[in-house]
C-alpha cells in the first residue's frame, strides 16, 4: 500500500513563503502527484498538480505564486508571497495504476496558516 508522509507546513506571515514535501512510500512507480488545500469548515480544492514527466498545472488562485516540483516519489510544493487566504490543511495526492484499475492516496496533511 501506497503511504505518503507530508512535512513543511507552519505558521509565516502574509508575504512569506513555506516549502511542504510529501513522500511516498511502499510502490517504485506512481503516476501523477497533486496538492489540495482545505482551510477549516470548507471543502477540499486542487492546488497544483505534476505527472510523472514533470507537466505541471495550477490553480488560478495560485498561479504564479506555488512552484510544484518532484524528486521521482517526493513531491514539493515551493509557496511564496502567501496570502490569509492561503490558510489551511495541506494534503498530497499520489495516482498509480494497478493493473487496470485507478489507484489514489491522501497523506495525513499538514497545517498552514498565513497570518495578515
Known amino acids: 500500500q501506497v503511504r505518503l508522509v507530508e512535512s513543511g507546513g507552519g505558521l509565516v506571515r502574509a508575504g512569506g513563503s513555506l516549502r511542504l514535501s510529501c513522500a511516498a512510500s511502499?510502490?517504485?512507480?506512481?503516476?501523477?502527484m497533486a496538492w489540495y488545500r482545505q482551510p477549516l469548515g470548507e471543502q477540499r480544492d486542487w492546488v497544483a498538480r505534476?505527472?510523472?514527466?514533470?507537466n505541471t498545472n495550477y490553480n488560478d488562485l495560485v498561479k504564479g505564486r506555488f512552484t510544484i516540483s518532484r524528486d521521482k516519489n517526493t513531491v514539493h510544493l515551493q509557496m511564496n508571497s502567501l496570502k490569509p487566504e492561503d490558510t489551511g490543511v495541506y494534503y498530497c495526492?499520489?495516482?498509480?495504476?494497478?493493473?487496470?484499475?485507478?489507484?489514489?492516496?491522501w497523506g495525513q496533511g499538514t497545517q498552514v496558516t498565513v497570518s495578515s
Open positions: 511502499g510502490r517504485s512507480s506512481i503516476d501523477a
Open positions: 505534476i505527472s510523472p514527466r514533470n
Open positions: 495526492n499520489a495516482e498509480w495504476w494497478d493493473y487496470d484499475e485507478p489507484k489514489s492516496a
